[in-house]
Structure formats: C-alpha cells, structure tokens
Nanobody
Framework: QVQLVESGGGLVQPGGSLRLSCAAS????????MNWYRQAPGKEREFVAR????????NYADSVKGRFTISRDNAKNTVDLPMNDLKPQDTAVYYC????????WGQGTQVTVSS
C-alpha cells in the first residue's frame, strides 16, 4: 500500500521547536523528491521545503529559511523536518509529499504555535 504517514505535530510556544517526521511505504522512496507543504486555516496550501532523491540538494520557502531543515534517510524511508524558532504564523497542517512520475500525499499533522 502506497502511504505517507506524518508525525510529530503538536502545540508549542513561540520560539519553541518541533520535529516532524514522515514515514513512507509501498513505493520507491529513494527515487522520489520529498516535499513538505503546509496549509493554514483559510489559506491555500504552500510549499515549505524540498529535498532531492539523493539528499544532495534542499530548497526552502523564504519564510522558513534558517529555521527549518529538511533531511531524509533512504535506508529507513523517512524524511524529517526539524523546526526551530517557531512563530504563530507557522501554525498550519503540515503535509508530506513524494513526487516522481507520481504524486503522493500524506494525511497531514497539525502544528499550532501559540502562547
């Protein structure tokens, strides 16, 4: 079964940290670009970060550069997103996405940044 399962979301105070993880199964993970997207209430889904299949190259939205880091482990079929210095505007549902010839999405994990 083709599947992406996100975990690690939760409630955190401004300035705090969370680490999101995404576990992949049922497809050739090491051949896929892996992305994180997020969708805040009332807003469209937006790109957060991307990592190439080998992990050699990463890209970030300007809003998260220097605070978020995307990494992957092709042996474990996982992709992580440590998030530091979180801000209220980071509040959103975060989605893991795998892209190659196909386009696979997870169910999302809620991140809430609030005091």
């Amino acid at each position: 079964q083709v599947q992406l399962v996100e975990s690690g979301g939760g409630l955190v105070q401004p300035g705090g940290s969370l680490r999101l993880s995404c576990a992949a199964s049922g497809f050739a993970f090491s051949r896929h670009y892996m992305n994180w997207y997020r969708q805040a209430p009332g807003k469209e889904r937006e790109f957060v970060a991307r990592i190439t299949p080998t992990g050699a190259t990463t890209n970030y939205a300007d809003s998260v550069k220097g605070r978020f880091t995307i990494s992957r482990d092709n042996a474990k079929n996982t992709v992580d997103l440590p998030m530091n210095d979180l801000k209220p505007q980071d509040t959103a549902v975060y989605y893991c996405n795998a892209v190659s010839l196909d386009d696979i999405w997870g169910q999302g994990t809620q991140v809430t940044v609030s005091s």
